[in-house]
C-alpha cells in the first residue's frame, strides 16, 4: 500500500515539473500586447524639470484645488498656518 503511494506520487512531481518548465517557457510569449513596453520610444518626464530639488508634489481634491489656483498661493496660506502652530522641534 504504501509503495503504490509513493511511486503515485513521484508521477505527479514529473508531471508538475514538466508542466512548470512548460509555462515558464512560454512566460514571455504570454504577455499582452499593452503590457509590451518599448523603452527605445520613452521620453523623458516633461516635468521633471519644474520641480526643484528637496520639493514635493501633493494632489489635492477637487474642492481645495477650486480654492488653491496656484503654487504660490498654496505656499502663502501654508506659511501662514505654520506661522500659528506651535514651533517644531
Same mark, same amino acid.
Given at each position: 500500500m504504501g509503495c503504490g503511494q509513493g511511486a503515485r =506520487? =513521484?508521477? $505527479?512531481e514529473r508531471i508538475i515539473k514538466k508542466v512548470t518548465r512548460a509555462r515558464d517557457s512560454h512566460a514571455a510569449d504570454d504577455l499582452r500586447?499593452?503590457?509590451? &513596453?518599448?523603452?527605445g520610444k520613452a521620453k523623458p518626464n516633461r516635468f521633471a524639470a519644474s520641480y526643484r530639488a528637496g520639493s514635493r508634489v501633493m494632489v489635492l481634491d477637487p474642492d481645495v484645488?477650486?480654492? &488653491?489656483t496656484s503654487a504660490e %498661493? %498654496? $505656499? #502663502? %496660506? +501654508? =506659511? #501662514? +498656518? +505654520?506661522e500659528t502652530m506651535p514651533q517644531w522641534p
Open positions: =506520487r =513521484r508521477g $505527479n500586447s499593452e503590457y509590451r &513596453f518599448d523603452y484645488a477650486q480654492a &488653491f %498661493v %498654496v $505656499n #502663502t %496660506v +501654508l =506659511r #501662514t +498656518l +505654520l
